[in-house]
T-cell receptor, first 113, second 116 residues
Framework: GENVEQHPSTLSVQEGDSAVIKCTYS??????FPWYKQELGKRPQLIID?????GEKKDQRIAVTLNKTAKHFSLHITETQPEDSAVYFC????????????FGQGTTLQVKP | NAGVMQNPRHLVRRRGQEARLRCSPM?????VYWYRQLPEEGLKFMVY????????ESGMPKERFSAEFPKEGPSILRIQQVVRGDSAAYFC??????????????FGPGTRLTVL
């Protein structure tokens, strides 16, 4: 069945450094790849997404890249700040599969001041 | 995303009782997804509904769980005869209108179910 693998499970960086989280997906029909940030006890919040017709998208300090051939996509956060500390989830969905999101296992990012 | 409403925010049930979780999507939206998040885990798809119709229930446990989205009122996720393993956060998400599979999904605040 559909599967999304996410690595690493935990990531600790110094404030100002970059953080990279990687995901791979199994369903070659997947065409939409969102990233969510979830703070403790809160709802997942969409921070950026990418569709399969582009290879890269950037929004200020956040960027996502997509390699359809290899079936993997990555989240890049530059100039990290303590408020970036949270759990980050990648997900994938397919327009041919009712749009349900298949989530990765999550990455706990800790940004040390 | 602030427009997706869920209630109650916290629900405590004893084993064997029923839990009813409600979700109202963004105003004017007629589709909802339900996801479950077990402690320390990621989100798992449960069911996708539009008003008066279940579109995809491939993630729903075969027993004790049901969902509906009536013509009037919120979507309801119902868990009968709850067990401790049902303790989790249950989120609903409202997709932006248009074809599914390529649209942003905005999550409600969730219902945190605790089964004693």
């Amino acid at each position: 069945g559909e599967n999304v693998e996410q690595h690493p499970s935990t990531l600790s960086v110094q404030e100002g450094d970059s953080a990279v989280i990687k995901c791979t997906y199994s369903d070659s029909a997947s065409n939409y790849f969102p990233w969510y940030k979830q703070e403790l006890g809160k709802r997942p919040q969409l921070i950026i997404d990418i569709r399969s017709n582009v290879g890269e998208k950037k929004d200020q300090r956040i960027a996502v890249t997509l390699n359809k051939t290899a079936k993997h996509f990555s989240l890049h956060i530059t100039e990290t700040q303590p408020e970036d500390s949270a759990v980050y989830f990648c997900a994938a969905s397919s327009s041919g599969n009712t749009g349900k999101l298949i989530f990765g296992q999550g990455t706990t990012l800790q940004v040390k001041p | 995303n602030a427009g997706v409403m869920q209630n109650p925010r916290h629900l405590v049930r004893r084993r064997g009782q029923e839990a009813r979780l409600r979700c109202s999507p963004m105003k004017g939206h007629s589709h909802v997804y339900w996801y479950r998040q077990l402690p320390e885990e990621g989100l798992k798809f449960m069911v996708y509904l539009q008003k008066e119709n279940i579109i995809d229930e491939s993630g729903m446990p075969k027993e004790r769980f049901s969902a509906e989205f009536p013509k009037e009122g919120p979507s309801i996720l119902r868990i009968q005869q709850v067990v401790r393993g049902d303790s989790a956060a249950y989120f609903c998400a409202s997709p932006t209108p248009g074809a599914p599979g390529n649209n942003e999904q905005f999550f409600g605040p969730g219902t945190r179910l605790t089964v004693l």
